[in-house]
């Protein structure tokens, strides 16, 4: 059974292995001919590209001529939903990502900061007396992995 | 051989091999991680490891993985792995009927009779193979890189085309990077950091874990709510091991020959185990509703099957499930040549890989019998405890690759990725198997070319190479066909 939903996914995907595979055939058109050997750097990815378009366009193809009835609605609400909660864990991993990298905050703390945001994205704190022991817990937790990352794996972020 | 075994028995390979273990039946039993996603992540870590011990910690874990499902298929009715969705038709029954602990006691040595099995078969088959596959020539190679990729393709979950398409796309972000042949650069787009590729470890960390817990962020926290049943402990009588004797030896057989075929696993194994079992049975009609028999069948299957994986990982290089891919990755890491020369450049390391499973079935027995309540307990773990530091694991892992961020950048791009591939159903196996297939598969297609004088001819005159490509075909076929027919009956 297919979902409207599933089959966004499902054109998406199309759509980024299609732009990908165009991509390497026009890239590999620019590779240079083979001189000591008979197959050179771009037949083969050449090949792969082709085979990619081909199957992107013979699966569109069986989208398109799929019988439609058998597609049924999902509850689109509940959909957004999901889509919007993963979208918004990446982007908390993004900003975490920008701290560190852009921002020179302090690894403790940017951990610190991510995992907190994360959590009660995730599931709400049952009271303030459970955000203290969760707050507590996880600056034990960052800066612990703190010392790890900094002074055993020597990471020079 | 023997020092392999004195290693893994000694005190380090002991402790390695239960932290192995444990870890991967605690991963096994949390329905919605998998012994990828753990052994993925740990993989960063084992950098700091010598490769006989790094290898028997992963392949421990995904000994432990594979059994620790059992447990919360026998007591939530949710397979904590794929290939524990079997083991729910009948474990959750006799559960529910008041015999938890008959139901895991059954699924603990059946698993552990199912990877002894396959064990042995490891053991005989693996150098006898491996001599064998030294007399592999390039186009040899090439034909078994292909036929492994249709398999996986033909076999995966969604249709052939969704496997071909994640093959080809896997193959596709392989390519970049240094020539194997003229060691030029090619299509690197200017991005200094793609000139040795994309690095596998961001890669699998972003499609296995950092994908998945986008997928799981967006569910419900279920697994706070599911309540287990209270006994948890595990017992075995000598009348269900007699009963049963026939179908343990069944079902390892047939776990241990789909495990040894590239790309079908546990899951398959165990199905096809359950429906043979099931057939024999004189209780037939009483599968599904906590009978022992079937129980035995999945679980003796699935073991055997995740043993009968690594025989073509350490014999011929091909990885058969996305674990084995990871251990594959794990091999070049610690700069060994996996394949049929991995018998004869690092004899020690093969006959350790050996040792491990013998080792990891033993440990995995002992912790499953004492300490299943134990884990019981902790699969309920809170969703929000465990989403955050997966992430930030992910994190260090990419960075330690070679400390840029451009790993990290990259693992976020195909966690992305793999979050659309797994809403679409795209299967993620033929993808990740594709992507460290591919080099190998074009180095070995041009260096035959070089070899056989620019001639195609040899991959049908040569009998192996024929052999091979004449599977991939009727593989390919068999997969169209049936997909065919199952469109048809969808219709009718």
Known sequence: MTTIFRLRYEISFLILSLTIGLLILISSRGLPEPTYEPMGAAAFPSAIATIT????????????????????????????????????????????????????????????LFMLLAMV?????????????????????????????TNILYFNF | MIGAYLEVFSLSGVMWVLIGTVVGILIGSIPGLSGAMVIALTLPMTYYMQATDALILLVAMYIGSTTGGLISATLMRMPGTESAIMTTLDGFPMAQRGEPARALGLGVIASFLGGMFAWLVLTTLSPLLSTLAVRFGPYEIFAMTVVALTLIAAISKGSFLNGLLAAALGALFALPGIDPISGSLRLTFGIAELDNGFNLLPVMLGLLVLGQVMLDSGTKNERAVQKANSSNKVTFSAK????????????????????????????TASIASYSVAKGFSKNSSKFGSGCSEGIVAAESANNAGTVGSLVPLITLGIPGSVVTAILLGAMVM????????????????????????????????VVMWFATPLIARMMYVDKAWLLPPIIIFCFIGAYSVSGRFFDVIAMSGFACLGYIMARAKVPLGPFIIAFILTPMAEENLRSGLVVYGSSYLPLLTRPIPLFFIVISIVTAVWAVWSEISQTRKIKL
């Open chain 1, 121 to 149: 994205f995730i599931r709400k704190p049952s009271g303030m007396r459970g955000l203290l022991i969760q707050c507590m817990t996880l600056i034990g937790f960052s800066l612990v992995l703190d010392y790890v990352v």
């Open chain 1, 53 to 112: 378009v081909f199957l992107v366009v013979l699966k569109l193809l069986r989208i398109f001529f799929a019988n439609k009835s058998h597609l049924y609605a999902e509850e689109n609400d509940q959909s957004q939903l999901r889509f919007f909660k993963s979208l918004c864990m990446l982007l908390i991993f993004i900003a975490f990502v920008v701290l560190v990298y852009f921002f020179d905050v302090r690894f403790w703390v940017s951990t610190f």
């Open chain 2, 334 to 365: 610690h700069n060994l040549n996996p394949g049929p020369l991995l018998f004869v450049q690092n004899p020690g390391v093969a006959y350790t890989i050996i040792a491990g499973v013998l080792s990891a079935n033993i440990i995995m027995l």
């Open chain 2, 240 to 267: 269900d091991f007699k009963e049963n004797r026939w179908n343990f030896v069944r079902s390892s057989v047939i776990g241990t020959w789909i495990g040894i075929l590239p790309g079908i696993g546990g899951t």
